[in-house]
């Protein structure tokens, strides 16, 4: 199943490629910049769609302690803060040429920031703490704060100024895309977050092969 996602991911995320830089028209308004649009949005959804991850398979491991749901929400947040931080960078990369400037304290700018810390003090519980429950309990709470954090990302265009532009997709979209920008946003979504499925399942199967060495080494140790 792993590497027929892979293989699947593969080729949409070739044909977003090609719809990307070739297929899809230019925005009248943001110009050629606008074209980052497909991957940056898509990155943003898996960023969030992670951290919601991370903080329901913590809290489900808290309530039925079983292992699996721990290393599930381990490894999403490892995978995640990997797209949390290329979001910041190809927002970075899309602000330049449409504000002037790398950065701005922008509401959904600084939301996503704190959503990157927050993964980065999750994995920093995680790795620099004893392992064991208490540390478990606290990470999950990291988690947590990032599951709120998530749809005021989404929401912040909407509850306070913001430089970004007004809601296109989703239920509070403003404005609708172009049926080809529509199109070509949807595959580039449906390929990263099939690649992202490709990522969680090989460090899933990882993770429980490194827990279960752990286990065998303090048995052999008692």
Not at 3 to 22: E, G, H, K, N, Q
Not at 26 to 52: C, D, K
Not at 53 to 61: E, Y
Not at 154 to 163: D, E, M, P, Q
Request: glycine fraction near 4%.
């Amino acid at each position: 199943m792993r590497s027929t996602l892979l293989i699947l991911s593969v080729l949409m995320m070739l044909v977003a490629t090609y719809m990307i830089f070739v297929w899809v028209p230019t925005e009248q308004n943001l110009g050629v910049s606008q074209r980052i649009f497909y991957i940056h949005v898509p990155l943003a959804w898996i960023g969030m769609v992670s951290i919601v991850l991370v903080g329901g398979a913590s809290l489900v491991h808290l309530s039925t302690k079983d292992d699996k749901w721990d290393a599930i929400a381990y490894s999403a947040a490892e995978i995640g803060v990997v797209f949390a931080t290329l979001i910041l960078i190809t927002g970075a990369i899309w602000a330049k040429p449409v504000w002037g400037v790398w950065w701005t304290w922008d509401p959904k700018l600084t939301t996503t920031l704190i959503l990157w810390f927050i993964y980065v003090s999750y994995l920093m519980v995680r790795a620099y703490a004893d392992e064991g429950s208490q540390v478990r309990r606290y990470a999950s709470v990291v988690a947590l704060i990032g599951v709120i954090d998530a749809p005021l990302i989404y929401l912040a265009s909407v509850w306070w100024r913001t430089a970004h532009p007004d809601l296109n997709i989703g239920p509070l979209a403003d404005q609708s895309l172009d049926s080809r920008m529509m199109v070509t946003f949807l595959v580039s979504l449906l390929g990263f977050t099939i690649f992202y499925l490709c990522l969680l399942f090989e460090r899933y199967a990882i993770r429980r092969l490194e827990d279960s060495v752990e286990k065998l080494y303090l048995d052999l140790e008692t």
